[in-house]
């Protein structure tokens, strides 16, 4: 049949008005698609406000999402993909969740089979509860409770480290892992693979005794380890999340049955368990311009011995944390040694570093120096405040270095008994025990007899 140029010009017009594509849409249908687009690159993020989740920020942004924060309930709803970073304690989570009336939405959320991702606590909050905090509920979605480690064993809690996974079924979460690939843990609580949760279980690690390290059930998952904190693999999987069929995440799987196929080769099989770390320290200082760099000296004197005796500049922060993380290393700290920190709050250069840091590094990031209590302008501010700071900033850890001898020189006078005022038990009540290490540089002294010193001597 052969159309007038009148019907060719109508049917032109009907097939463009009713066409979904996006080759040359009309301006309403291409804010539709440029809207499709965005919301398909788009995660909602589950922030409540405790300990480090700006890496969790900064790894999803590295692999091309923009987010989304929750502010009311009805955000949980709406999300197309959700991201639950847990960090701190069972109990103030719970609090958290049900003061904000976030635990039904979370829960529809979580069984009408929209894509969700737990991390650490994020995990253990699936469970029926924890014997954490007192003993609370938790979302109740899978069976069991979680429980802390069994310290009888004699090995440290907590579990601090990076760890191998075994797989009991293959996911697309988990198909950038290899048996003998290592990813970051750092807790005191687990839950324990059981007949009631195997439906839920997707693999096991073994610190001691096997525990649960990643659960998958439908679109729901979620690891006890921390994907953000786990270098190139832990971005692997969290693509495993995201985007399961992806080429980077079928590159990821065929990397992965590579080195599966050449641990199976060796005469003992793939190395299996918690490994060693290697952790790149930096001193951190202002020089006399005001700019902080990496340094190192004897005992502090960290000025060059000849010349105008400047501050030693062995580079800018940043770029060689992230050139170790490069490297390998599986843990930066900064350690700011700078003489004038009256106020730590506005140590806005050392925040600066953490935040920029955070962006390049996806391992643990630990800060050091003035991380105690103190008082300016007539107001106190306590330990607590100054970490929250530091953790808001990219920190994952924070150390303690002259303020842990304090608290050890008191804790002896008050016969070992402690009383919750010190800057490692506020900072640990709120953020676990994980959160806080203790640095303390010793040092050498000679006495003629030991009676000569209250303090005990080595021969």
């Known amino acids: 049949m052969k159309l007038t140029s009148s019907q060719r010009v109508n049917r032109t017009a ?16 291409r804010q539709r698609c440029v809207a499709t687009r965005a919301a398909a ?3 909602t993020l589950l922030d409540y406000g405790a300990g480090n989740v700006r890496s969790v920020r900064n790894a999803i942004k590295k692999l091309g999402y923009t987010i989304k924060d929750v502010s009311k309930p009805s955000d949980i709803t709406a999300a197309d993909k959700l991201i639950f970073p847990g960090v701190g304690a069972f109990g103030q989570a719970m609090d958290v969740l049900q003061q904000r009336n976030y635990v039904k939405p979370l829960v529809d959320y979580i069984q009408s089979g929209k894509p969700f991702f737990g991390i650490c606590l994020g995990l253990q909050l699936l469970f029926e509860g924890s014997t954490e905090s007192g003993g609370r509920e938790g979302l109740g979605l899978i069976p069991g409770q979680v429980s802390q480690f069994d310290t009888s064993r004699g090995l440290p809690v907590p579990h601090i480290g990076w760890n191998t996974l075994e797989q009991l079924r293959a996911s697309d979460l988990l198909a950038a892992a290899a048996p003998s690939d290592r990813v970051y843990f750092v807790h005191s609580y687990r839950a324990m693979p059981q007949e009631a949760n ?3 279980v997707l693999s096991t690690t073994n610190y001691g005794e096997d525990f649960v390290s990643a659960v998958s059930k439908g679109a729901a998952m979620a690891t006890q380890f921390h994907p953000e904190k786990s270098g190139a693999l832990g971005l692997a999987i969290l693509r495993g999340f995201l985007e399961p069929d992806s080429a980077e995440a079928r590159a990821a799987a065929a990397a992965a049955n590579a080195r599966q196929l050449a641990g199976l080769a060796c005469p003992d099989g793939p190395e299996r368990g918690l490994a060693k770390r290697v952790i790149a320290c930096l001193d951190v200082r202002s020089n006399d311009s005001g700019d902080l760099v990496v340094t190192k000296g004897d005992q502090y004197d960290v000025r060059e011995k000849e010349g105008e005796r400047d501050v030693r500049n062995l580079g800018k922060p940043v ?28 140590d806005l250069p050392m925040l600066g570093v953490l935040q920029a840091a955070s962006e390049r590094v996806f391992v643990p990031l630990t800060v050091g120096g003035g991380i105690r209590g103190f008082s300016a302008q007539g107001r106190d501010y306590a330990a607590l405040t100054v970490a929250s700071e530091y953790f808001r900033s990219g920190a994952d850890k924070v150390s303690i270095g002259s ?13 070992c008994v402690t009383n919750g005022s010190t800057a490692i038990e506020q900072i640990s009540e709120v953020y676990g025990k994980q959160a ?23 021969k």
């Open 41 to 43: 690159k788009e995660v």
């Open 319 to 346: 770029e060689l944390a992230a050139r170790y993380f490069d490297e390998g290393a599986d843990e930066v700290a900064f350690l700011n040694i700078t003489g004038f920190r009256d106020c730590p709050l506005e």
């Open 436 to 458: 806080v290490v203790v640095s303390i540089d010793p040092r050498r002294v000679y006495v003629k007899d030991p009676s000569d010193t209250k303090h005990t001597c080595v």
């Open 198 to 200: 195997a439906d839920w």
């Open 14 to 29: 009907r097939s463009s008005s009713n066409s979904s594509s996006c080759l040359a849409p009309s301006q309403p249908a």
């Open 403 to 415: 303020d842990a001898v304090l608290a050890a020189e008191e804790y002896y006078a008050a016969g």
